[in-house]
């Protein structure tokens, strides 16, 4: 069965030190994968998806197909960070199967 | 300024009600969506409809019920055979080009009296 697993609930940094929000997952096919992010008091949105192959706001995530990871990485953190993040998985349904999450804190 | 919107935010029932959480979208999306989201369990997914006059249970739809009669619109009925009815729910659209990912509500927070 698919599945998205973020082992880590709460993952708390000082402000510039770097962050990996790990990601695994479980899926026959060929997957697309997300990194979903909702800040305090906002809505859940997309931060980036490993087709796109793109940074945004400094974050990056590589698809490790040989170890079925998306880990999300930033080298320097920023107390704007500070959010909960949601790795994702989009099946050829159109189903999107999320993980549990990872609070990221940020500390100064 | 399109988007999706969820009415009402808070809604209070009483045991053995059935009530229902509204979804609209102006987005022109295909596909839409209803998820659950506990605490420490993230999001899981509820029922979801690619088109109009269709949709599919997720892994959690036991004790829900949903239509979808306008492509606009996605209501969620939450019904006295939910145990635990008490969450936050999360309703999102998707085109079929995926070219911007899903686009989510604000969300209704559902409570138990």
């Known amino acids: 069965a698919q599945r998205v697993t973020q082992p880590e609930k709460l993952l708390s940094v000082f402000k510039g030190a770097p962050v990996e929000l790990k990601c695994n997952y479980s899926y026959s096919g060929s997957p697309e994968l997300f990194w979903y992010v909702q800040y305090s008091r906002q809505r859940l949105q997309l931060l980036l998806r490993h087709i796109s192959r793109e940074s945004i706001k400094g974050f990056t995530a590589d698809l490790n197909k040989g170890e079925t990871s998306f880990h999300l990485k930033k080298p320097f953190a920023q107390e704007e960070d500070s959010a909960m993040y949601y790795c994702?998985?989009?099946?050829?349904?159109?189903?999107?199967?999320f993980g549990s999450g990872t609070r990221l804190l940020v500390r100064p | 300024d399109g988007g999706i919107t969820q009415s009402p935010k808070y809604l209070f029932r009483k045991e053995g009600q059935n009530v229902t959480l509204s979804c609209e979208q102006n987005l022109n999306h295909d596909a839409m969506y209803w998820y659950r989201q506990d605490p420490g369990q993230g999001l899981r997914l509820i029922y979801y409809?690619?088109?109009?006059?269709?949709?599919q249970k997720g892994d959690i739809a036991e004790g829900y019920s949903v239509s979808r009669e306008k492509k606009e619109s996605f209501p969620l009925t939450v019904t006295s055979a939910q145990k635990n009815p008490t969450a936050f729910y999360l309703c999102?659209?998707?085109?079929?080009?995926?070219?911007?990912?899903?686009?989510f509500g604000s969300g209704t927070r559902l409570t138990v009296v």
């Open positions: 409809s690619q088109i109009v006059n269709d949709f």
């Open positions: 994702a998985l989009s099946e050829s349904s159109y189903k999107l199967i």
């Open positions: 999102a659209s998707i085109d079929w080009s995926r070219s911007n990912g899903y686009t």
